[in-house]
């Protein structure tokens, strides 16, 4: 025990309260206000349920990242849950295979309203490398609407991070 | 003992069985050796390699001017040998290897669905990748399919599934996925159980089939090289560098001795991100978030400086066809050095805690057991057979460059508990770090001005495999070209084909709430073999 509380003690507090992104002027504009928006429209907490609807699985690793010690996204009142039925949010990664057609919508149609759809990395943006197939409807907006799209391969945790921000903003308008 | 010296005597034990293999050759599909098969004999040579204690360890098939050819490997003491054999007509039928081998199973029946091949005698007959995305008569990889498919609109639910029943008082069944309560891939488990021990697991996978095989049809090498680092995004660098192997080795390249080197470094370096991540996250799913959020700063530590050497966290689409896209120069060879000097640093202490910690032994100790015996039916490779006594590790066994230069032990125990598999991954950690050393000190003395990438001709027709042990275990990667030095067919067996049956038999026993530390401890990849 005295050793767990020793390691404890010098990793210190990893969380990165300054981190280079938001030195960014626009995104530093968001990460203020982003409290304000989730506890005024959320009521203080924003839940997420992730979905991955035919991704390699990296998109998956990055999305992990966000709720390691770096960079802690729960702080913000942003967090993971179990059940869409908990969820404002769906996050989806990877094209929609078509085997997972039907399990995206009813995933989506178990949300309640207002619920947003985020499209998570390249291949969930426009089909990626995979596109339309007989095998994949390509983009997640092919088969359920689309609020906003993150793109890389995978997003970084930062890009995670940015457009979660950003659809709290649109969110806002709503 | 020379490399192949059993090969005689497993031609003269078929010949014992009036089989003759007409023709073969050591080339088209070096180092393995080819031999043709006549379709009757298709049986008789699994069963004798069987009795010589080959493993088998893949089989893929493909549409040649109406001919379907189909290609098993099997490998005994790193050595490789593909059998091949060609069928006519459109309803081809041919022995299954299933009930001679138990991990030829689900690789059939994949092939079934997708090219159309009745494995005679087959245990389980039902679909493996198919759900409803087409019908049972059509076969994606047939050169008649479309892969813009056939037009047929909402893909319902595989909801008819035939899972055998289960009855009896008290027994009941729990459904699970395919959408997963956690940020991971979707897939159906099927667990029976009576209280709280499972009984019966069965997995249903298939849902991120994407249609990988069928895509990588027409691309150039560039574009295979795109398509493989997205197999499994956790082996991205392990997956592309099969696919350039195969490659390289179909258009006779040999790349420089550098490029192999910052290959041999960046498939290390994702080794150890990989097992920081799942040690972590193993611990986790009993409950101890302390080791979770250690391991996840360390490695997040290490994906930055991944990012600052190739420009991607993951290391992705820096493998590429002849060589690599980026060059490790001085600066960056001391930020590796001073890295690993750091990590090395880090891991002790915390290692220490992990394995003396009480709570943690008395529920990583003894769950989810395999046997050597059960992994060695199955097939496995990888951390997963290694805790299991199976010392499959390509590094050692069929070394290729850079690893042929290097000197290592590879990491080994019986104990085939999620412990061992915790154990295996920490030791392979120690070992990765010492052969990037290595690597690094071979790469002091290579001048800076050997190119990282050659160009690469294609042979039209040619064909080639690769053969890499990635984070997972044993890839094995075909490809052919066609007539005008494109993708013909292209075939990637991630490890997990064997390590997913392989957890069908590790929850035996355990309880329900065990399975997700059971499941991580051999964390399969979904998207790997699902294609
Ligand atoms: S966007 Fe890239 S990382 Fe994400 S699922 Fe697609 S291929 Fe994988």
Redesign the interface.
Known sequence: ML??LK??YH?GL?TENEPDYLQDPEVQALGSELKTVVDAHFNGSLAIR????????????????I????YDIERFGVH?V??PRHADVLLVT??V???????VR??WRAMAAPRFVIACGDCACNG??????????GAVENVIPVDLQIAG??P?PVQLMRGILALMQKAKKI | MNRFDWLSEYLARLEDEHVVVPSGNTQSLAPAHLLIIDPEDWAKVAVVAKQMGLRWAAIWGDEQDHDIVLTVVLVYQGDYIALRTAMTGDHPVIASHTPVYAAADRMERHLADMLGVQFDGHPDPRRWTR????EADEY?LRAH??????GNG?????SDYPFPPIQGSGVYEIPVG??H??????GHFRFQAAGEPILRLEERL???????E??AIGRDAEGLA??AA?????S?VAHSWAACQALERACHVKIPAKASLIRGLLCERERVANHL?DIGAICNDVGFA?AQ??C??L??QW?RHSLTLTGH??M?DVVLPGGVRVDIDQAGRELLRAEHVWLREQIG??F??LNDHPSLEDRLLSSGYLSPASAAELGVSGYVGKASGQAVDLRKDSPYAPYSRLSFSVALSEAGDVAARMAIRQQEIYSSLELMNEMLDILENTAESEPTQVKLAPILGAEGLGLIDGWRGEIISHVRLDDKGRIAHFFARDPSWFSWPALERIVLGNIVPDFPVCNKSVNA???GQ?L
């Open positions: 050793r767990i390691r404890i990793s990893l992730a979905v991955d609807a035919g991704s390699c699985n990296a998109c998956e690793l990055e999305i992990h990242a709720n390691g010690p770096h993971f179990a059940s990877g094209p295979s078509r085997h997972m057609e039907t399990a009813r995933t990626g490398e995979f596109g339309s197939s007989y095998a994949s409807c391969c995978p970084s | 759900h409803r995305a087409w994606p399919f479309p892969a813009a498919g056939q909402l893909t319902p639910a595989d395919p959408v309560a956690g940020i991971i891939e979707p298939g849902y991120v089939h994407k249609g990988i069928k895509r795109r398509l997205r197999i499994s995004g956790d991205t991540g302390f959020m250690q996840q700063a490695r997040e994906l966290r993951l992705m202490p915390l220490d805690i990849s979904y998207s699902d």
